[in-house]
């Protein structure tokens, strides 16, 4: 496995200065990425996906859990000591244009990776190839940030990523804001780019369609808390958790018929500074039983991991649904 991340925990200190409480943003989750594999994270905003990717790659601090990269322990660095791992794990983040330095011509931009890390390379001819890899002409090496469409920094962005040959990206959001036709353009590029370096991927999203598109796997992340991980084609043909399965039901489709088959949850989301007992999702689930209010699911399986006292079988449709309290 290219990652390891096993019972990964990030807190938030709360109320005073010195007040010792604290909430979870993250409250204990473990998954791995093989080599040349993409493995995404979804769920709704808020539910720990971007703290998650940039607790990973070590831009914020873990309060517990073991992050293993390329067979080596490294939630243990601290300052200089990342350095190399910048070279081996890139990040692209999720704002293309306002990650891009407005006062940096693309040329210095895509290889600016080459001058922190002290690689010596012929730097025009270098940003001339990465460009050429991401679709842009050598043209685009003169612009700066603010004369790129959206889908053109995007591009910037992922050459960016790319300039050192890591092993691992990270992709926060990777068609936010973007056009269909040019998101279908980012993840065509993206996936054409994994096969010819063998690069894994990590990829944060709400976007459902990007991630049947691009994903071999999958997780779904509620309160900090996965509950379902899995294979992404075998998860999309048989939700088991019910939140998976209002996720896939509310993802939009051309065909006005399948509304009728959508499932509807209350839009109120717990706070995490009041944490539901029992299953976490009790409160807005359609199947609730008395023993989701008082005992957390352990997750249960190998390949496919449901965090559900009763899993969904194909095709469940859900019974009228009563609020019930946290």
Same mark, same amino acid.
């Given at each position: 496995?290219?990652l390891? %991340?096993?019972?990964?925990? %990030? ?18 989750v ?9 493995f995404?994270? =979804?769920?709704? *905003?808020?539910?720990g ?10 831009l914020?601090?873990?309060s517990a ?9 490294i939630?243990?660095l601290?300052g ?5 791992l910048? @070279?081996e ?5 999720q704002d293309?244009?306002?990650?891009? *330095?407005?006062r ?11 001058r922190?890390?002290? %690689?010596?390379?012929d730097?025009r ?7 050429s890899?991401?679709g842009?002409s ?16 995007r591009r910037?962005g =992922?050459? @960016? ?7 691992? $990206? $990270?992709a ?5 804001g973007?056009? =269909?036709?040019?998101?279908?353009e980012?993840?065509n ?9 063998g690069?894994a991927?990590? $990829? ?5 369609h990007v991630v049947?598109h691009?994903?071999?796997r ?6 900090? @808390? ?6 992404t084609?075998a $998860?999309?043909?048989?939700p088991?958790h019910?939140?998976t399965?209002?996720?896939? *039901?509310?993802?939009?489709?051309p065909?006005?018929d399948?509304?009728?088959?959508r499932? *509807? ?12 007992t ?5 409160? @807005?689930?359609?199947?609730?039983q ?7 699911p352990?997750?249960?399986?190998t ?9 969904l079988?194909p095709g469940?449709?859900?019974p009228a ?6």
């Amino acid at each position: 496995m290219i990652l390891s %991340v096993r019972d990964l925990q %990030v807190s938030f200190p709360v109320g005073r200065l010195m007040s010792r409480s604290a909430i979870l943003g993250v409250a204990g989750v473990s998954f791995d990425i093989a080599a040349g594999e993409t493995f995404a994270l =979804v769920g709704e *905003s808020g539910s720990g996906k971007t703290t998650l990717a940039r607790a990973v790659n070590l831009l914020q601090p873990i309060s517990a859990g073991e992050i293993t990269f390329d067979g080596k322990r490294i939630d243990g660095l601290r300052g200089a000591d990342t350095k190399p791992l910048r @070279r081996e794990m890139a990040m692209m983040f999720q704002d293309p244009v306002g990650s891009l *330095s407005p006062r940096m011509q693309v040329r210095d931009i895509v290889t600016e990776p080459f001058r922190v890390h002290g %690689v010596e390379a012929d730097l025009r001819a270098e940003a001339d190839r990465l460009l050429s890899l991401v679709g842009l002409s050598g043209d685009f090496a003169n612009r700066f940030p603010h004369q790129l469409s959206g889908g053109q920094a995007r591009r910037v962005g =992922v050459a @960016r990523a790319i300039a050192l040959n890591p092993k691992l $990206i $990270i992709a926060d959001e990777p068609t936010a804001g973007l056009d =269909v036709s040019v998101q279908g353009e980012v993840l065509n590029l993206l996936n054409e780019l994994r096969e010819r370096l063998g690069l894994a991927m990590l $990829i944060i999203t709400h976007n459902l369609h990007v991630v049947h598109h691009v994903a071999d796997r999958m997780a779904v992340m509620y309160l900090g @808390r996965f509950v379902e991980t899995g294979e992404t084609e075998a $998860i999309f043909q048989a939700p088991a958790h019910p939140y998976t399965a209002a996720l896939l *039901s509310a993802n939009p489709e051309p065909d006005p018929d399948k509304a009728k088959d959508r499932i *509807s949850l209350p839009a109120e989301v717990p706070s995490l500074l009041a944490r539901p007992t029992g299953c976490e999702f009790h409160t @807005r689930c359609p199947w609730a039983q008395a023993r989701c209010r008082t005992e957390a699911p352990a997750a249960q399986g190998t390949d496919r991991r449901i965090a559900c006292h009763f899993p969904l079988s194909p095709g469940a449709r859900p019974p009228a649904f009563k609020e019930t309290a946290p």
